[in-house]
């Protein structure tokens, strides 16, 4: 599955099949906000690695509304996990994305939703109801922020230098300790103008999408929160590729996206991981 950006094409995937992801987006996002600051039980599922009882709940309504109007195809979830298709159609789901966040209430937390097909992410909704935001692309048809019944098209930063860039990753993974399989993020977090860490992969390609940072790191492989950057990356004029350059996969153990004026300088600062 590649889906690393390329020239814009024509729009694919149905209209009806992109307003189901979105709302299934806001539907998720709507749950999470009648429980800020009610998360319920919260529990370690590996340190520091949380889950509250809303992330299942989230969970279970895309999932059943998903299996009630596709059920040929193929879901991978964040605590239920699942199989990608081969051939057909998959979902990446991650119910609550910024669970960490939620559970102090925090309002960066977002749904993110994405569907692959014939090898590509070709529909992808992150909703961040706390912020009232709701991000949204559609191979070959751009990438969207609707906010107070409006919509506004995306469209990445023209930063052009590292120095002067806003880049954003997840510390909590990457760390900043002596670690020297690390040095090259360091690199990358010191040659940057100022550093941002969110807690939340979805809200942070969905702000690079907007223009908000310029470089986004994720160094897991989670492909339910990495694979609505891609596509709202892409569609905003910016690039995303694994850690190496290579086109960003499922099975990617990390995920690089850029404004893509940045991507060949963060490239060459990460080679020497």
Known sequence: MSTSSSPREPAEGSPELHDFVCDLARSAGEVQLSRYEDPGEIR???PKDLV???????EELLISRIRERYPEDSILSEERGGSISGNGRTWFLDPLDGTANFSRATPLFCACVSVAEAGRI?????????????????????????????????????????????????LTFIGLGSDP??????????????????????????????????????????????????????????????????PWTPESDGLLATNSLLHAEVLEVLGGR
């Open 122 to 170: 070709t529909h992808a909704a992150v909703s961040a109801p706390r912020l009232g935001d709701l991000y949204h692309a559609r191979l070959g048809g751009g990438a969207h922020r609707e906010t107070d019944g409006r919509s506004y098209p995306l469209r990445v930063s023209g930063t052009e230098r590292l120095e002067d860039a806003f880049t954003a990753a997840d």
């Open 44 to 46: 370690e599922k590996t």
């Open 181 to 246: 399989a690390k040095a090259p993020f360091r690199e990358v977090f010191g040659s940057s103008w100022q550093l941002r860490s969110l807690g939340s992969a979805g809200v942070r390609g969905a702000w690079l999408a907007a223009g908000y940072l310029d470089v986004s790191i994720g160094t897991r492989n989670t492909a339910w929160d990495y694979a609505p950057t891609v596509l709202l990356v892409s569609e905003a004029g910016g690039e995303a590729t694994d850690l190496s350059g290579e």
């Open 52 to 58: 509250t009882e809303v992330d299942y709940l989230c």
